[in-house]
């Protein structure tokens, strides 16, 4: 019994030593360094996940390619990619396994839902984290230095609306929907903040739930209130029967939306009275990116066509690694110091983060449906 | 005072489609004291065959005119929803119908949560868009609008309304269906085929179901897999309202409940100075319900006391 206990401990030590051999040193001296990746590679969202993971992929061999020192030392990035299925729960399994497996650095999650309840666990470990693409404001609330985002964030995006929709469309009156989600409410609450501060007034603020599709009543008393613009906070299940609704009122504000509207999704529902309707996507489309032709050229000649993040996970990847070399190591501890001092320059724009971590000065774009289409109005950047 | 009769227009519209799916389960309590759960399934059923037909027509047959379409999709909504009633009543509940009153209650559920999975199986979890083929007339009168499909779920509802009430009052299945309402064990004496008449009901609530479903999905522009759940709850709190078991009940509950609802999403935060807002509207309309249920337990129209012997 002793004996064996004994054998069965010593066979663990070297398993866990073997383990720390991977992410350390690779038969010769060249530096091993594991950078983590997580998103939904499967399910109904795995073609943006493996989007993110071709994004961090193609940006991990360009510096492979070009070779990379650490603080004199040669060093090569090794990627592992997980799978969180878009799932909270597993998106924390995932995260504790990546830490186990001795990442330096991760970027992910993909939806907030998952990058969230996985951030504690980077931090407890003190792994930094670049998510590419979560928007709630949640993910950054909590205080944690090791958390980031390349991605313009939800309050950034309600400021953008309400500002624009004074400023831009030119409204007085304002009318605000929401449909008591977080994403929703959080969303409206922004969208009044930056109304009232641009000289708007809301005149009416209503709610409804992420259930509901009878919106006659609260825009009879909206209509009541004659505003020049509606804002909805919410999806497109419930954009698309609110603006039909609109129109079978006679209703002539404009409708104006967030992400969860500008969707095709919206126009399929909500057919020809989709028209005219506007509504914004935090970041900016491909072809107005600083980089975007070249991106588009590297990353379809090997990956097929761009689903829509990965540009923001190619320079997530960049990001991590330049902080590297400032440090000098690829050390959590010693560059986690320096992520915060980013000023770079990718595929997406100027990448600077604020206090918190979040994308400084962070673009939101415009949409409008002409012809049945998205059609790009314009590009704004948040807190201009 | 057009805020107003809109607001009215609203909650007239809402109320009818409530009414119609309440009587399908006014209908099935009146005769066999059971909750028919799935109820609202089979409207959302109805909704989602309706769609699929029409969107079929739609692509293969762009120039017929939307009222044939709809038509076409009535035909088959409303066959295919009234063997789902009959299956739902032959597996789920006769083989349950001598065992206690909480057994036939669990089955419905059962039943319904597999109609909403059988649904999500063939349609997905996307949200299906009810395609643009009716005409999209408006009417506007003392400043309130109203348009071609709300008046027609309007006068549908009413003439269904009177044709259910008709079909119960004047004809010998709707005798018979009072019969076994009154005893069961009485009518099977007199001669009366109760299974039969047990199986006439669900089927002809599940044709309302289809009916229904429709209108909503017209009206609203789209279906779901899981719109019948929360169509199916206000509809039986609206049967419960007017008083279960009473067809007029349902119909008033169903009137009332979306004229509350529609009123009280309207005017709550303007009465109450912007303290309760529209998010309240269910609070408001069920805090009726139980206002009612508190002074007339058996609901406005129930006949006091129990009927059956």
Redesign the interface.
Known sequence: MGHSMRWAAIAVAAMLAGCGDKSQQAGDDTLRIIIGQASPLTGPQAHLGKDNENGVRLALDEINAAGLTLGGKKAVLVLQSEDDGADPKTATTVAQKLVDEGVAGVIGHLNSGATIPASKIYYDNGIPQISPSATAVAYTAAGYNTAFRVMTNDAQQGSVLGKYAVTHLGAKKIAIVDD?TAYGQGLADEVEKAVKAAGGEVV??????D?A??F???L??I??KAPDVVFFGGM??QA??MI?QMK???ITAKFLGGDGAQTP?FI?????DAEGALASNPGLPLDAMPGGAAFKAKFEAKYGKIQNYSPYAYDAMYVLVEAMKRAGSSDPAKYLTELPKTDYQGVTGHIRFDAKGDLAGGAVTLYQVKNGQWQTLETVQSGK | MD?FL??LV??L??GSVYALVALGYTMVYGILELINFAHGEVTMMGAMVALAVIGALALAAPGVPGVLMLAAGLAVAIPVCVALGLLIERVAYRPLRHAPRLAPLITAIGVSIILQNVAMLIWGK??I?F??ILPQG?H?FYGA?I?DV?IAILVLTVAIMLALILVVQKTRLGRAMRATAQSRQVASLMGVDVNRVIAATFAIGSALAAVAGIM?SAY???A?Y??GF?LGLKAFSAAVLGGIGNLGGAMLGGLLLGLI???????I??LTG?FL???Y?DVFAFFVLIAVLVFRPQGLLGARGVERA
């Open positions: 008591r009416a603020r209503e709610y409804t739930s259930r599709t009878d006659m009543a609260i009879t008393s209509k009541a497109d299940p698309a029967p039909k079978q009122l006679g999704k399929e529902l909500a057919g020809a | 805020i809109q607001q609203n909650g519209v809402l996307q949200y868009p395609p643009a408006r506007t609008s348009t709300q909503v609203y522009g789209l779901h899981y719109m929360l609802e529609s009123f009280g999403a309207g005017y935060g303007d912007g807002g529209s998010h509207q």
